[in-house]
């Protein structure tokens, strides 16, 4: 729930439109993955939150979990680089709830993006992604030169 007028949400988003405006013109850009780097570190809203994300490592790949309760398919769009996964969407599903005076709403709804950087390099031509009941899983396979980059070390 937001509890932050419309009004001065709609000045800070505004602001951040022009900061990253004036960053994107005096910041280098560097090229990762087809993506300007300001997609990594500036939020599409303000207050729009991404979806919840878990991260794990196998030895053979990395499977990244995101929650995205109530969204369809072809709501969010999902891209992978070697060392990072964007998940871009938009919620447009809210709950409205009116009795004895006051409106309630429950269901956040706006734009996200979610960039997931990535602890080793992978495969992203060979990912795999499932949604099912409301769970995008991304499995995606490690290098071989990341594979190999695990060394043990013998204690005495």
Same mark, same amino acid.
């Given at each position: 729930?937001? %509890?932050?007028?419309? $009004? ?9 439109? &022009?900061? &990253? ?14 993506? /300007? $780097? ?15 994300? =878990? ?6 790949? +990395?499977?990244? !979990?995101?929650?995205?309760?109530? %969204?369809?398919? =072809? ?12 998940? !871009? ?5 809210? /709950?409205? $709830?009116? $009795? ?10 706006? /734009?996200? +993006? ?13 990912? =795999? ?6 769970? %995008? ?20």
């Amino acid at each position: 729930m937001n %509890l932050l007028p419309v $009004s001065w949400r709609n000045r800070l988003e505004d602001l951040r439109d &022009q900061v &990253q405006s004036v960053v994107t013109r005096w910041v280098p850009r560097m090229r990762r993955g087809g993506r /300007r $780097s300001s997609e990594t570190w500036m939020p599409t809203r303000v207050f729009a939150a991404g979806p919840n994300i =878990d991260v794990e490592e196998s030895p053979d790949e +990395i499977i990244v !979990r995101a929650e995205l309760p109530g %969204l369809n398919r =072809d709501e969010f769009t999902v891209d992978a680089s070697p060392d990072a996964l964007f998940i !871009r969407g938009e919620k447009k599903y809210q /709950r409205e $709830s009116r $009795s004895f005076g006051f409106h309630r709403f429950e269901c956040a709804q706006g /734009r996200f +993006i979610r960039a997931v950087p990535l602890p080793c390099e992978v495969r992203a031509d060979q990912a =795999d992604a499932r949604f099912r009941r409301g769970i %995008l899983t991304v499995r995606l396979p490690k290098t071989e030169a990341a594979r190999r980059r695990r060394v043990h070390i013998h204690i005495n």
